[in-house]
């Protein structure tokens, strides 16, 4: 695609888009009476406009049934998590078996983990990137202690070579071959927080079945974001949040997915709740957890309703388009912020994120060498929300739902201004 550094042209790519009307349908901080530059769409998504209106309509139902609710409300409480299961299958390429709306990112890789780290012998080793996101860190290091190892021996962390930036692919598929018979699972992050790198997550399953590992991935800031099949690409499990690209709020509830293949097997281990339980069996009240044959017997409680609103609001704006629709897009918006921000030569920094389109997710990492606080402070005070990251990145995200070329220009000439 050939870009120009020009506001006429942004404009007349906004025009062209088919995807511009869905900026309509969220709500932007102001700044000076105007809608902000919004660039953090990888850390919380915005508002859904009808968000309110769906929150008001359980609150109304809650009111007019109260318990009864459960079974009388427009959407029943007691299967109000279904709503979101054929929705997610399409996002992130699985089954509707495979996949369930339930808790926050990290219990549901702990929860996970639990059943597919399941060390023995010689085979107790764990494979991630170096440098994940810090949650990842804390669960892998303590799912490795919960079982009696040392995370200094049974943590295999990969990094970039001497001197780069991102992790070369037949690196990690060569720590997975060295690794071995004593690998027990491969845990990666979809799309590297830091860096915006996408991995290949086919290719990582593959070669970690071939030595006989599990393969699971914190899809964090992939899901909403990169075209996934998991079922496809045999990935054993997954988890991820929604409060990103999928524009639930803060705290909103996260996704799980389990191979049909693990979800279907009585004998692949989970722990037991109650809303996971065979809901034919669920009200007998007795001893003895029957787990449901779908990803929800790893559910642990009944939905959070309140919580789940905007998880709604916004999965109805997702059914308007597709993935690979937003994807299209994503990648001309990030190509239109990498081709002016390697324009800009009067600011100390270098871009860290891969240049080709299919090794990075919805981000532009910008690696600062020194002024990089003071650069993202005067963002901020010109109406630029961006995400700083320590120690010395800024993250810019064109989200495809919302920002425009027109976005990505206005940023452009904020930045030749300092």
Known sequence: MTYEASLSYAQEQDQLDPLYGFR?????????????????????????KSTAYLMQNELEDWAKHGVEGHFRARNPWFSYHHIFTERLSKIVGAKTNEVVAMNTLTVNLHLLMISFYRPKGERYKIIMEA????????????????HGYEPEDAIIEITPREGAHIIEEEDILKAIEDAGSSLALVMFGGVNYYTGQFFDLKAITDAAHKVGA????????????????????????????????????????????????????????????????????????????????????????????????????????????????????????????????????????????PSHPQRRGCQISMLFTERGREVFEKLTEMGVVADWREPNVIRIAPVPLYNTFEDVYRFYEVLKSF
């Open 214 to 353: 599990y393969a699971g991935f914190d899809l964090a800031h992939a899901v909403g974001n990169i075209p996934l099949q998991l079922h496809d690409w045999n990935v054993d499990f997954a988890c991820w949040c929604s409060y990103k690209y999928l524009n639930s709020g803060p705290g909103a509830v996260g996704g799980a997915y389990v191979h049909e293949h693990h979800a279907s097997n009585p004998k692949t281990f989970r722990l037991a709740g109650w809303w996971g339980n065979d809901e034919a069996t669920r009200f007998k009240m007795e001893k003895g957890f029957i787990p449901k044959d779908t990803a929800e017997s790893w559910q642990m409680s009944n939905a959070q309703v309140f919580n789940m609103v905007a998880h709604n609001a916004s999965l109805d704006i997702y059914d308007k388009t597709t993935i690979t629709a937003l994807r299209e897009k994503s990648e001309k918006l990030t190509g239109y912020m990498e081709y002016l921000l390697k324009d800009i030569t009067e600011l100390p920094f270098v871009i860290i994120t």
């Open 131 to 146: 440098g994940a996101f810090p949650s990842d860190q804390y669960a892998v290091e303590t799912q490795v202690r919960m």
């Open 24 to 48: 309509e349908r969220f709500l932007f901080p102001q700044h000076e009476g105007k809608d902000v530059v919004y660039f953090c769409g990888n850390s919380l998504g915005l508002q859904p």
